[in-house]
């Protein structure tokens, strides 16, 4: 898992702080992956500095042309949430921390896995059927780890 720090303009900025904006359109220059963080730091273009404001987000979903057609060469959109917590070596993990983890993984797991069901089912209706196999494998493997993580968190619960 990757770190990408990200200049973000204040509007830009202000919408992924609330919640409303979930997504980024940009150049595929740091091989984005499922489960990088992403670190949006505000930045103003008229004075040329960045505000000190950071929101830390988790990629979530990615497009790209081959996916998609209408995705511009070397461009992706990174779909994201909330970043999942991790439980630290050095910090105290609690059977409860880490079940809660756990399920969060599985919900962001089983999340990736619906919306690559929905893009394949898409792609499988346009006739594109190596984009539909394509997203059914991405599918597929995120189902697999929503199943891991979900069992891992009822493993822990049971202690």
Do not use: C
Request: hydrophobic share 40%.
């Amino acid at each position: 898992m990757n770190r990408h720090e990200l200049k973000t303009w204040p509007k830009y900025f202000a919408a992924v702080r609330s919640g409303q904006k979930r997504f980024e359109i940009r150049r595929n220059d740091r091989d984005f992956k499922v489960g990088d963080i992403l670190v949006l730091s505000e930045f103003d273009p008229a004075t040329d500095t960045y505000t000190g404001q950071a929101e830390e987000r988790q990629i979530t979903f990615l497009l790209s042309e081959e996916d998609y057609g209408g995705v511009i060469h070397g461009f992706v959109a990174i779909g994201f949430g909330e970043v999942a917590p991790h439980p630290d070596a050095d910090a105290d993990v609690t059977p409860d921390s880490l079940a809660q983890w756990h399920e969060t993984a599985a919900s962001n797991a089983a999340l990736r896995g619906q919306e690559a069901r929905k893009v394949s089912e898409s792609y499988a209706k346009s006739n594109m059927s190596v984009a539909s196999d394509r997203h059914a494998a991405v599918a597929a493997l995120a189902e697999a780890d929503a199943g891991f993580h979900a069992a891992a968190a009822r493993i822990v619960r049971k202690g």
